[in-house]
């Protein structure tokens, strides 16, 4: 099974950047796809972008898309979020997901995820 532990959360300003990591543990990270959600007081957790287990193919929600970059190194078993731009509407705690070994269809729900990380908080002042 996958342990999944995300870092890198903060309070800044609007205009500045983050970059959220996403460290997993054992041996199976390369093959799951993962994806990066939020959720934000008194929201539903939403989809932020996801990766496939080898890395070619990304995917966005349009509220991110050309600010946020997803991107994973398999051999250090981590995934990354670099998030340029923050805007005040970004301030949610975000989280790391793994997915089923192989299984990639729905990138964009929840349930298509077995595997949490207990979140990391990004505030974004104005």
């Known amino acids: 099974q996958v342990q999944l532990v995300e870092s890198g959360g903060g309070l800044v300003q609007a205009g500045d950047s983050l970059r959220l990591s996403c460290a997993a543990s054992?041996?199976?990270?390369?093959?799951?796809?993962t994806g990066w959600f939020r959720q934000a007081p008194g929201k539903e957790r939403e989809f932020v972008a996801a990766?496939?287990?080898?890395?070619?193919?990304?995917y966005y929600a349009d509220s991110v898309k050309g600010r946020f970059t997803i991107s994973r190194d398999n051999a250090q078993n981590r995934a990354y979020l670099q998030m340029n731009n923050l805007k005040p509407e970004d301030t949610a705690v975000y989280y790391c997901?793994?997915?089923?070994?192989?299984?990639?269809?729905?990138?964009?729900?929840?349930?298509?995820?077995?595997?949490w990380g207990q979140g990391t908080q990004v505030t974004v002042s104005s």
């Open positions: 997901a793994a997915a089923p070994r192989y299984s990639f269809g729905n990138y964009y729900s929840t349930s298509n995820y077995e595997v």
């Open positions: 054992g041996r199976t990270f390369n093959q799951r796809g």
């Open positions: 990766i496939d287990w080898s890395g070619p193919n990304t």
